[in-house]
């Protein structure tokens, strides 16, 4: 084994063992050996691993390990947002490239590295892939209380979308002309003559369904701020609070709001959603963080004994896991979830008497969670 392949077998090892996972971080390093030393270049996402690159490398070398070439991105973050209705993520920084997720607009990003008309970010449901800058803006720090609730909010007035480049905060008229559920944002306090402004919660330490039908009090409408920093007047039927204490039925009303929604690989809308994406977006609309995709989600909360799968004693909001697709349990045998081979969101059952029941679905069964 020559010295150069004894490196990269050590950088190799390094990867598989401290940064396994593409999807979430970065590992990618190359050395060089000199007459005196062996350089280390590449990226990496943060420190720790830098670190860990040098330690592996060190522990087969027989010269001096430099790193000086070695990229940390977390160094170079920039805290950054959506201004596009909704933003594909793709796995390279290429428009051929393939979709992994999509992000919402005003959704807070992490921005890293640049590639051309491309920039690598940190998507809220932890992806470290790709978006195209003209889709970024600086963020305006908000605290997001509140989410679209309607499936899509279409021919808003208002002017262009913000930020061709990068650009600094929106103002009032740089909202698009559509969002869709999920979007988060604040509301806006109101004032005596019926204007909201930025200001105390408007929740008074009221519950979240309190809060929500104060909201809508005045004039059924309701200000909102994003973080692009633009503003807009909703109708107060298509935003809800973010509620303090999520509920199972929360999770499965968001679940099946997205019925007949046609399947698309990596899609979080109205417009095309997959089946981790309906179970990340019904628990992110209620405020409730799963990692993105399914092999992520069936390591969050409790493991549902299988006698209460057998007896059909699901609770509403349970993950119901099957080789390479989850779906969102409705309490009992039935499920909705979005489907390849039916190419939509359906609800299904394990029940064999029923109409709806899904046989191969119940035969490739795993596993459910409880993440409530």
Not at 103 to 123: I, K, P, Q, S
Not at 208 to 226: H, K, L, M, N, T
């Amino acid at each position: 084994m020559t010295a150069t392949v004894r490196l990269r077998r050590a950088l190799e090892k390094c990867e598989t063992e401290r940064a396994p996972d593409p999807r979430l971080t970065v590992f990618d390093v190359t050395p060089e050996r000199t007459d005196d030393a062996i350089l280390l270049s590449g990226t990496v996402l943060t420190d720790h691993l830098k670190a860990r690159a040098v330690e592996a490398v060190e522990a087969v070398a027989d010269a001096p390990v430099a790193a000086t070439d070695v990229t940390v991105l977390d160094a170079e973050a920039r805290r950054r947002t959506i201004t596009a209705p909704v933003a594909p993520i793709r796995g390279a920084p290429a428009d051929d490239a393939e979709q992994v997720t999509q992000v919402l607009y005003g959704a807070a990003v992490e921005a890293f590295d640049a590639d051309g008309d491309w920039r690598r970010v940190r998507t809220p449901d932890g992806y470290v892939a790709w978006v195209e800058r003209a889709a970024l803006a600086e963020s305006v720090g908000i605290d997001a209380d509140a989410v679209v609730s309607a499936g899509v909010v279409r021919d808003l007035a208002g002017g262009e979308v913000a930020g061709s480049s990068e650009t600094a905060p929106a103002d009032e008229s740089d909202v698009p002309e559509t969002l869709y559920a999920g979007t988060e944002c604040r509301i806006l306090d109101e004032d005596a003559d019926g204007e909201r402004s930025a200001g105390s919660r408007s929740d008074g330490g009221r519950s979240a369904s309190e809060s929500e039908s104060a909201a809508a009090d005045s004039d059924g409408r309701v200000r909102v701020r994003f973080r692009t920093g633009a503003e807009r007047t909703l109708p107060a039927d298509t935003v809800a609070r973010t509620p303090a204490e999520p509920t199972r039925e929360g999770v499965v009303a968001a679940a099946r709001s997205y019925l007949g929604t046609e399947y698309v690989w990596g899609g979080m809308t109205v417009e095309g959603i997959d089946c981790s994406g309906l179970t990340w977006t019904a628990y992110h609309r209620n405020g409730v963080s799963l990692p993105r995709d399914a092999d992520l989600q069936r390591r969050i909360g409790e493991e549902v004994a299988r006698e209460e799968v057998a007896g059909d004693e699901l609770a509403p909001g349970d993950l119901l896991f099957f080789p390479g697709h989850v779906a969102l349990s409705l309490g009992g045998a039935e499920f909705v979830h979005a489907y390849g081979d039916a190419n939509e969101v359906v609800v299904d059952s394990l029940d064999p008497d029923a109409e709806n029941y899904n046989a191969q679905l119940d035969e490739d069964f795993e596993l459910a969670t409880r993440p409530l």
